[in-house]
């Protein structure tokens, strides 16, 4: 009652509104309403503005047509708050999608692609090189389409240009000042920065030649490996180069020693062979094939890498063939100090350096522990899967006694670092009284059952017996008071 007594108030002031207005109209001249004067109001429900002036009543229509004009600019402003709002989540995802491993990994392909084409190039002006010198006998079979295979190995190259260029200007444009803070984002910028160069300006007037803007372009390679220590999916290639990068320091201590002997047992070599080059009675051209290998220090230093590490013989050779054969003992006694004794220390102490690393990389620990449970976790169903031979799912005791009294079974079992008697007592503490099992039991008890027990379980039982101990002599100690009292009395 009360809400319709409002309602019919309600209309009743509308109505006095309106009939106000309508009569105000009537008795006002146009110049009077112009002036906008005040009106005696029609009724006491009309209302007043606070400077003294009568507020002209409004009606429905006009009601209507302000709140239609309010809710059309309400709605404006919900449609570009939400406009804004979707601009800025589709710059959120954009933004993660510029961060992200998959995009990466798009960005690395086509660097992959980028080398492989840089080889096709490269193959091809060799090619055109070599005819053009008479290094191959016969004529270039290319020679007539060389200028069309020049021009599409051109435009290739402007569209990895384009991609590049793409990718770092949408990175800066998204990233804002994030882009500038890892190195490889500066490498790009520059290759692509003087990649651009090249293109707009005369790469004659260029400071840098434009094959070394090809090989810088190969730095772009690095994030490709980025992308693949950190995608996860192979962590053995991702060990490798952290060892490798880990292994720098050392790398430069080994490369020290063996400078440091080679330059001495070169010095060494070369000052013993020095008279049979001075030595005008040989022939020259002896000496000539002597000098190619021990002439001078650089050669000499050349030469004993290739001793070391190369096809040794030939510079072997040319001493105990024209000086001396007393040089077989210099060279078997090099070979084995230093080509087998301190290579294989320099190798002994990188695998100790590499082993050292994987000790202490926990990611690298944590990937290779779940990827060994999950292997785990195959080899036991595949074991239940063999013990249910009813397939449904459980394993009953009977099925659970052939698989201890197979012997195959129970060398399976001996390779999971499971026994026969442990699983005996595991099925009797996992069976919850209907006499079977089902695989998730059966691969927790498994599991925890698997190898040797560990101090943390030993440790544990101790604790629960200690205890144990201390329960039971706490309810055995008012029955001994007793005792001791009967005693007494």
């Not at 309508?22 to 009106?39: E, N, V, Y």
């Not at 051109?154 to 990718?167: N, P």
């Not at 070979?335 to 202490?360: E, P, W």
Request: hydrophobic share 45%.
């Amino acid at each position: 009652e009360f809400q319709n007594l409002i309602t019919n108030l309600v209309s009743l002031h509308s109505r006095e509104l309106a009939q106000a207005r309508l009569q105000d109209r009537m008795t006002k001249s146009p110049s009077q309403r112009s002036s906008r004067k005040p009106a005696a109001p029609a009724s006491p429900t009309s209302s007043v503005s606070t400077g003294g002036d009568w507020q002209e009543p409004l009606q429905p229509m006009d009601l209507a047509t302000h709140t239609a004009k309010s809710l059309g600019e309400k709605l404006n402003t919900d449609t570009a708050d939400a406009e804004a709002e979707e601009k800025a989540t589709l710059m959120h995802k954009l933004r993660q999608f510029l961060q992200s491993n998959y995009f990466d990994a798009i960005i690395s392909c086509v660097l992959v692609a980028n080398v492989l084409f840089l080889a096709v190039q490269l193959q091809m002006e060799g090619s055109r090189i070599g005819y053009d010198i008479d290094y191959y006998p016969t004529k270039n079979p290319n020679d007539s389409r060389w200028p069309s295979i020049l021009e599409a190995l051109q435009f290739i190259e402007h569209i990895f240009t384009i991609i590049f260029s793409l990718d770092v200007f949408v990175r800066i444009i998204c990233l804002h000042c994030s882009f500038w803070k890892s190195a490889m984002n500066w490498i790009d910028f520059i290759v692509v920065t003087l990649t651009i160069g090249t293109l707009v300006l005369d790469t004659s007037s260029l400071p840098l030649d434009p094959i070394f803007l090809r090989l810088l372009r190969l730095g772009k390679l690095a994030r490709a490996f980025r992308m693949i220590i950190l995608s996860g999916k192979l962590e053995s290639f991702g060990l490798l180069l952290k060892c490798v990068v880990a292994s720098v320091t050392m790398l430069g201590y080994a490369t020290g020693v063996l400078i440091f002997v080679q330059c001495v047992c070169g010095m060494i070599i070369s000052t013993l062979v020095s008279r049979y080059l001075e030595d005008p009675a040989i022939d020259k051209e002896a000496r000539r094939y002597v000098f190619q290998y021990w002439g001078t220090f650089t050669r000499t230093f050349l030469t004993m890498f290739e001793v070391l590490f190369a096809n040794w013989a030939p510079a072997c050779r040319s001493l105990t063939d024209y000086v001396s054969e007393w040089f077989t003992v210099v060279f078997v006694g090099y070979r084995c100090v230093v080509g087998f004794a301190l290579l294989n220390v320099v190798s002994s102490v990188f695998v100790s350096q590499t082993l050292k690393i994987a000790d202490s990389d926990e990611e690298y620990l944590i990937k290779v522990r779940a990827r060994n449970e999950a292997q785990y976790r195959k080899k036991l169903h595949a074991l239940f899967k063999a013990a249910d031979t009813t397939d449904d799912g459980f394993l009953t005791i009977e099925e659970f006694m052939q698989l201890l009294s197979n012997p195959q079974l129970q060398l399976w079992l001996s390779q999971l670092q499971l026994e026969y008697h442990d699983l005996v007592e595991l099925f009797g503490m996992i069976d919850s009284g209907d006499g079977r099992i089902d695989w998730k039991e059966f691969m927790d008890g498994a599991v925890r059952l698997k190898g040797q027990a560990k101090s943390m379980d030993v440790f544990r039982l101790e604790t629960k017996v200690d205890a144990i101990m201390k329960s039971v002599l706490h309810l055995q100690m008012p029955f001994m008071r007793g005792t001791s009292r009967q005693v007494t009395n």
